[in-house]
């Protein structure tokens, strides 16, 4: 308990577990949807924000969010032009994505600056982050507890959400908004290349130890939070990456959960 005297631990648990809580809900509708790999397109686009926010002297975390929310709506806009295709438009998102951060990784003042974002660091929350994080993890579980009979609709028969007059096109705009925020303020933390780990990673997890949605969204947050404690940890204690802790934390617990669940048929 000691490590709680310090003030940044204090900032990065609390943006931390404020992510946890968050993140997994939109990663529910992510794998439900069958669109998880959207969660990787935005985390390189949020890789070129926090380049651009770096080059341009502006908060990264502010560059993260909208790079994230004009990603989001330029794969909006293409899944449009090409709706026989919508997987495309995610694949050359990443591809932009990769290539402008690729290119603005050159202008950046500093390499370590933006290293910190790849993987994640427990000493880069600012007291304004944490307020960006909090308001925005508000937002989202407001926005899923409101809408969830909707949510739930959308994710499993969107026709029948159009028949019962849910304003489908609406909620939809406004998920895809969301998970664009929750990716971009996750850049500081837990880091732009194993922020989608957190979105996933949880939910697989509870997929297996839950029978109905309601469930596996209540074990999916608390499966977030544990993994998000467990890694800050384990990132303090033996000077390691937070994001990367925080991944190979969640895949080690899911195979703990397959090996139990396969004993237990």
Known sequence: MSIFKYDFIMKSFAAGILIALSIP????????????NLGDALSHSALAGVALGLIISINPVVGSIISCLIASLFIDFLRKKFPKNADMAI???????????????????????????????????SNIELGIIGVITFCVIFFYFKYYTGIVYIIFDEKIAELTDLPVRRLDFMITILTALSIGMGSSIVGVLTLSSLMILPVAGAIKLSNSFKKTVILSVLLGVLYVVLGLLTSFYLSLK?????AIIGVIALLLILTIKKDEN
């Open 91 to 125: 694949a050359i998102v990443t591809s932009l994505g990769v290539g402008l951060a690729a290119v603005l990784s050159d202008f950046t003042p500093g390499s370590k600056n933006l290293n910190s974002f790849l993987f994640g660091s427990i000493a880069a929350i």
């Open 25 to 36: 809900l939109i990663g529910t509708i992510m794998v439900c949807r069958k669109s998880s």
């Open 242 to 246: 937070p994001g990367g802790s925080i």
